[in-house]
T-cell receptor, first 116, second 114 residues
Framework: DQQVKQNSPSLSVQEGRISILNCDYT??????FLWYKKYPAEGPTFLIS???IKDKNEDGRFTVFLNKSAKHLSLHIVPSQPGDSAVYFCAASGGQWGGGADGLTFGKGTHLIIQP | DSGVTQTPKHLITATGQRVTLRCSPRSGDLSVYWYQQSLDQGLQFLIQYYNGEERAKGNILERFSAQQFPDLHSELNLSSLELGDSALYFCASSETGGTKNIQYFGAGTRLSVL
């Protein structure tokens, strides 16, 4: 079963507007969430993270919001730029593999396309 | 550049064969993770090593094994390869092995099993 879900395979946004990418999770053990960005032929690049003790974390144009009661997080990109066109992955960790390990559980990604 | 190096970039082999993928973590990172990205499954955690010791296993097949050497580089061994093993294999590293760590990914090795 998918413990981290990104229900929108793709999203198209006009340059300069806000991009909102969503992610839902089911495992209550998750206590740390990350967003990664991936270009073709490259590995995932870390963008921003949030601990479950917070409900918001901001870094420049990127803000992540966490709603623990709804088991939902979102990534806001403002303003959206052409270079933001990529696949965005939501990931979660929380010791689900035991031993204090933090192998990440990923969603399947959302392909963000920024239109000029 | 994440600082994580994976070799080779591409690997083409036949069913039944064995291959070894190599990963050098970022300088100073003690933990190495292996992930598999296939078309239908997305990125899946395979195994984690911390300072030479296995820390956790995820969705890793028994035909696959890994190790981390004293210089902290890691190798993922895939044997008795099947067509379904064709995928991108990513290595990631982090400073420590505990939770709430940022993992930095290499560019991946694309494995094609023919």
């Amino acid at each position: 079963d998918q413990q981290v879900k990104q229900n929108s395979p793709s999203l198209s946004v006009q340059e300069g507007r806000i991009s909102i990418l969503n992610c839902d999770y089911t495992n209550s053990m998750f206590d740390y969430f990350l967003w990664y960005k991936k270009y073709p032929a490259e590995g995932p690049t870390f963008l921003i993270s949030i601990s479950s003790i917070k409900d918001k974390n901001e870094d420049g144009r990127f803000t992540v919001f966490l709603n623990k009661s709804a088991k939902h997080l979102s990534l806001h990109i403002v303003p959206s730029q052409p270079g933001d066109s990529a696949v965005y992955f939501c990931a979660a960790s929380g010791g689900q593999w035991g031993g204090g390990a933090d192998g990440l559980t990923f969603g399947k990604g959302t392909h963000l396309i920024i239109q000029p | 550049d994440s600082g994580v190096t994976q070799t080779p970039k591409h690997l083409i082999t036949a069913t039944g064969q064995r291959v070894t993928l190599r990963c050098s973590p970022r300088s100073g990172d003690l933990s190495v993770y292996w992930y598999q990205q296939s078309l239908d499954q997305g990125l899946q955690f395979l195994i984690q090593y911390y300072n030479g010791e296995e820390r956790a296993k995820g969705n890793i097949l028994e035909r696959f094994s890994a190790q981390q050497f004293p210089d902290l580089h890691s190798e993922l061994n895939l044997s008795s390869l099947e067509l379904g093993d064709s995928a991108l294999y990513f290595c990631a590293s982090s400073e420590t092995g505990g939770t709430k760590n940022i993992q930095y990914f290499g560019a991946g090795t694309r494995l094609s099993v023919l």
